[in-house]
């Protein structure tokens, strides 16, 4: 299934607007109805509405959306608000986004010892940054950040930091967190039912004010975004797009983040402005997916909400764009991989072509059966080619994209891709496919039914492009009545000669600068005080919920099929999605062939079916496969509608066991295999997270460095290759299965179809990877071209004990757990050395493995000393805050209580349960050992397991930006070459 960037998007169709209407009289389905509920709260529902959602309207103006899903003990929330980067005045971009940020500093009720003190001292400092505004000279405006940074340091001695994540947490919300886009702010939190009242009280105290409190720290923070926007050449191309795109148009003219020099002359008075006028409840959604009551909801929110003042609201002027009447060509520099991006402007969402928009776009790429999946990804004349909507209320953009091939141009990328375009404005398209696509979207859909998140989320999209919801849910209505024709007429009047393409190429970058970050003083954090209001919220009792633990014998079933193969059971009582997986419990480790192996069934057909063909049938059955070689595991998987199992598994089966070889389709997977590793080579996320982790965490010999060297690949046989194919299922295996069908028939359908022989071969003992000692610490580093330095820090602990797990969970909960946490506060509001910053002590959960101490910081480069001095001291010198720890004790405790695993995640736990070498549950140990445990049992825990350890670390960076002197402080410096990290130039041992 294919992803989208945006939440799915609902389908325009007709609505009908109409007065509640007797019980016994009929409505149409997608019809709008109002009715009133229980309390005399007026609403409107859409008939056979799949979510059954209730939309309110409080005589403020508020909009609440709400959904009944009682999976789970918890409510997934959105507050929405319609103002995002398009709003910012021209002269002060970034202001949506900075506001984002601040609504986390409380009020002045929450986040302040002495409210009246503070106030005096942040309105100076409001002043101070408008005269700094105004200020040119480089010397006077240093010396005044100096005195800035002077009264912002007495202001904080009033500030408490963190008290919103502190409520939060202690309610046992997960998910903490906002986002800004160009039409939207959103503010997101995940929380246990019982807890909504007050959730409430804490959300509507939140949106009462704005108080920009400990500003400058924070201004560090979105400096340090800013950077590593500058540093992602994706990012940068994707700004090259819009700006080209839309010259006349916010979505062009300005970024969401913000312009430098705006981001240097931060206007305090204009952010309190930019909150006044559009954070009123006139303009502001709660959307709200979970275990809720209707009835009793709204008066809540109504208790709570309903007194917030509606004003009046300056209805959004949208600035019309003039359609581009010829090509844009554009390129972009940078160390990341070459690329291309095309991006045809289309219209907003609520343009009444959208379902067509989408359904052009599904054509061009499904990830299965459209134009580029099969004329480009699967005959390999492209690497990773895409299409996607760029969505937006104003305007959207087609949005095509492809890497070359080893000798290949940019200017053929292009070519192909947009040759594709032109089949659609020809109809080169089969007629099945439209009805294909229509099927792949009720999937879709029924799956997110399944994810409060997606179904609050969807509330989130209607609101913030005002769509009505009918119009948005009733998506198959339209897109069935589509045709060819329709789809051909749609291309052929946006597919023109009008198009941007931005050419990625590789080398030095296009934009040098950067944020530099001013001087200033370690703010006070106050962690051991609390606010009168966080004390109520935390003191108020909720009614309790009680954990629900899994009991393996009862809540799945374990039985097997013919040659006694286990199969693993859970029933999908909810809809008619299935998922059924064979697993193999060795995978690339003990035969690094078998990853290239599966990569090539992809490619391959059958006797009497194409490759192409085999991809059609499966997309026409409403049906995926999916065959992936981890480093430990094998897993082969279908997934898809019942309604279609036994022929999807039938011909799935036939593929494993009947692929033929195909030479010409190898050497294409060779040469695109080497040319992909070269592109790892030149991102960053690769070389750290992918490959220098790895390196540091187990040396030379480590899991990421197993793999065939290019010499190996350009030799493999494909007739060895299709063999693995045909007989990995020979070996020992297991099956999980979730879905709607009994066990009965699962089983008798297995044995039909399931090909094995009589006896299957026993696996081999499993290859193990030793964690590289720290006793002699090593530095290893990576030069890489960018802005920002990033840095993991690894320590080799003792072997897993599951014994500790408690103490695990709330060490990492009090230390590295979120934004409440010792580590994000003092790293990043107090000292403000990181914008990303992480610790976690890492329990491997699988017997006899030894666990890690991770650490992660992303820094300005000029930072870098500061920031792992600063990391070092914290995890060695934890400080002890009692209000730290019970409200991290607390958010153990009621996520635990809140918790359930469910569904397709019941097989999931089982297997991990096994690994620890346990056949219970054992949270119910975690749960029962927390309640008693206190502050000194987990710094006990700190001082025995983490204490003094030494580290092996990996660093990337700019090499002029990288001190020798501080790097050595902390071991042996030991550059990495790229040839080292992957080891793709070195034959492995077979």
């Known amino acids: 299934m294919k992803n989208y960037i945006n939440l799915l998007l609902g389908l325009l169709a007709v609505v009908v607007m109409s007065c509640a209407k007797p019980a016994d009289q009929e409505q149409a389905a997608f019809t709008t109805v109002s009715a009133t509920d229980s309390n005399g709260y007026t609403y409107e529902y859409v008939v056979d509405d799949p979510l059954k959602a209730r939309i309110y309207t409080l005589d403020n103006g508020l909009k609440v959306y709400l959904s009944q899903y009682q999976a789970k003990p918890r409510i997934q929330t959105y507050i929405a608000v319609k103002a995002g980067g398009k709003y910012d005045p021209a002269d002060a971009t970034g202001l949506a986004h900075y506001l984002e940020h601040m609504m986390f500093k409380g009020t002045s009720k929450f986040g302040t010892a002495d409210w009246a003190k503070e106030k005096v001292l942040l309105d100076s400092i409001e002043a101070m940054f408008e005269h700094y505004r105004t200020l040119e000279d480089e010397a006077a405006r240093k010396a005044y950040y100096a005195k800035i940074d002077e009264v912002s340091l007495e202001a904080s001695k009033y500030a408490i930091a963190n008290e919103y994540d502190k409520m939060l947490g202690a309610l046992g919300a997960s998910g903490t967190n906002a986002y800004t886009t160009e039409d939207r702010t959103v503010y997101v939190n995940d929380i246990p039912t019982n807890e909504l009242d007050k959730w409430l009280d804490v959300e509507s105290e939140r949106f009462s004010m704005i108080v920009n409190r400990l500003f400058h720290t924070e201004l560090e923070a979105v400096y340090e975004e800013k950077n590593r926007s500058l540093d992602n050449d994706g990012w940068q191309v994707y700004e090259t797009l819009a700006s080209t795109m839309f010259p006349d148009h916010k979505y062009g003219t300005q970024t969401v983040i913000g312009t430098i020099d705006h981001l240097k002359n931060p206007s305090i008075t204009k952010i309190r402005e930019y909150f006044a006028k559009y954070y009123i409840p006139n303009n502001v959604a709660i959307c709200l997916s979970g275990d809720l009551n209707y009835d009793a909801t709204i008066k809540k929110i109504d208790q709570y909400f309903g007194k917030w003042e509606q004003k009046p609201l300056e209805p959004y002027k949208m600035q019309e764009s003039a359609p581009l009447t010829s090509v844009q060509e554009k390129t972009v520099t940078g160390p990341e991989a070459a690329n291309v991006t095309i991006g045809f402007k289309l219209p907003g969402q609520m343009s009444e072509e959208r379902v067509l928009a989408k359904l052009c776009d599904m054509i061009l790429s499904n990830s299965s059966a459209g134009l580029i999946d099969l004329n480009l990804k699967q005959s390999q004349k492209v690497l990773n080619p895409y299409s996607y909507?760029?969505?937006?209320?104003?305007?959207?953009?087609?949005?095509?994209?492809?890497?070359?091939?080893?000798?290949?141009?940019?200017?053929?990328?292009?070519?192909?891709?947009?040759?594709?375009?032109?089949?659609?404005?020809?109809?080169?398209?089969?007629?099945?496919?439209?009805?294909?696509?229509?099927?792949?979207?009720?999937?879709?859909?029924?799956?997110?039914?399944?994810?409060?998140?997606?179904?609050?989320?969807?509330?989130?999209?209607?609101?913030?492009?005002?769509?009505?919801?009918?119009?948005?849910?009733?998506?198959?209505?339209q897109m069935k009545a589509y045709t060819k024709q329709d789809v051909m007429d749609f291309a052929n009047k946006y597919f023109k000669d009008n198009y941007v393409v931005v050419y990625k190429e590789v080398g030095e970058k296009s934009n040098k600068v950067k944020v530099e970050k001013p001087q200033i003083t370690q703010v006070e954090l106050n962690r051991e005080k609390a606010s009168e209001f966080l004390t109520r919220i935390n003191e108020t009792p909720a009614a309790p919920l009680q954990p629900v633990f899994l009991d393996f014998s009862k809540d799945l079933t374990i039985t097997a099929i013919k040659q006694d193969i286990p199969l693993w059971y859970k029933v999908n009582d909810e809809n008619e999605l299935f998922n059924l997986t064979y697993q193999i419990d060795r995978g690339s480790n003990n035969d690094p062939m078998m990853s290239q192996a599966v990569n090539y069934l992809s490619y391959l057909g059958t006797e009497d079916l194409t490759a192409e063909e085999v991809k059609k049938e499966f997309y026409k059955l409403g049906c995926d496969y999916s065959v992936y070689a981890g480093d430990r595991k094998v897993y082969v998987s279908l997934s898809g509608l019942d309604d279609n199992f036994e022929p999807a598994l039938e011909l799935f089966e036939k593929l494993l066991k009947n692929a033929k070889a195909d030479e010409e389709a190898l050497v294409k997977m060779v040469d695109g295999v080497m040319k992909q590793r070269d592109n790892q080579k030149k991102n960053k996320n690769a070389l750290l997270f992918g490959g220098l982790r790895a390196y540091a965490t187990y040396g030379p010999d480590s899991p990421t460095r197993h793999n065939l060297s290019n010499n190996q690949l350009k030799a493999l046989d494909p007739a060895v290759l299709v063999d693995k194919v045909h007989h990995m299922l020979d070996k020992e295996h297991k099956v999980e299965y979730y879905g709607p069908r009994s066990v009965e028939d699962l089983t008798k359908v297995l044995n039909q179809y399931h090909q094995v022989p009589e006896a299957l071969v026993a696996l081999e003992e499993e290859k193990e990877f030793k964690v590289l000692p720290a006793d002699q610490p090593t530095v290893f580093w990576v030069d890489y071209d960018m802005r920002q330095s990033e840095v993991i820090m690894i320590a080799p602990l003792d072997i897993y004990d599951p014994k500790q797990a408690a103490a695990v969970t709330l060490f990492n909960e009090y230390f590295g757990g979120g934004m409440s946490s010792i580590v994000f506060t003092t790293m990043r509001e107090s000292k403000a050395l990181a914008y990303s910053v992480w610790s976690a002590y890492t329990a491997r959960d699988e017997k006899g493995k030894r666990d890690l101490m991770f650490a992660y910081i992303g820094t300005q480069a000029d930072k870098l000393s500061d920031a792992m001095e600063g990391m070092t001291d914290l995890i060695n010198n934890p400080p002890k805050v009692d209000k730290?720890?019970?409200?991290?004790?607390?958010?153990?405790?009621?996520?635990?209580?809140?918790?359930?695993?469910?569904?397709?995640?019941?097989?999931?736990?089982?297997?991990?349960?096994?690994?620890?070498?346990?056949?219970?549950?054992?949270?119910?140990?975690?749960?029962?050992?927390?309640?008693?445990?206190?502050?000194?049992?987990?710094?006990?825990?700190?001082?025995?397991?983490?204490?003094?350890?030494?580290?092996?670390?990996?660093?990337?960076?700019?090499?002029?930006?990288?001190?020798?002197?501080?790097?050595?402080?902390?071991?042996?410096?030991?550059?990495?070459?790229?040839?080292?990290?992957?080891?793709?130039?070195?034959?492995?041992?077979?």
């Open 389 to 477: 909507i760029n969505s937006g209320n104003d305007y959207s953009a087609q949005v095509l994209g492809g890497m070359p091939r080893e000798g290949q141009t940019l200017a053929e990328v292009k070519d192909l891709l947009l040759a594709q375009v032109e089949k659609i404005k020809k109809g080169e398209f089969e007629d099945w496919l439209i009805e294909a696509i229509v099927n792949d979207f009720r999937k879709m859909s029924i799956s997110q039914q399944e994810s409060n998140s997606a179904r609050a989320g969807m509330f989130v999209t209607a609101f913030t492009n005002d769509i009505p919801w009918a119009d948005f849910i009733d998506d198959n209505t």
């Open 884 to 990: 730290n720890f019970e409200a991290a004790k607390v958010a153990v405790l009621k996520s635990l209580e809140s918790e359930r695993i469910i569904k397709a995640g019941v097989l999931g736990a089982y297997e991990s349960a096994l690994r620890k070498g346990l056949d219970y549950d054992q949270r119910k140990e975690i749960y029962e050992a927390v309640k008693t445990m206190t502050l000194e049992d987990v710094i006990k825990f700190q001082e025995e397991k983490i204490k003094g350890k030494t580290y092996n670390i990996a660093v990337i960076g700019k090499k002029e930006n990288l001190d020798p002197k501080v790097l050595s402080k902390y071991g042996k410096v030991k550059e990495v070459k790229l040839e080292e990290i992957f080891g793709f130039e070195e034959d492995l041992a077979l």
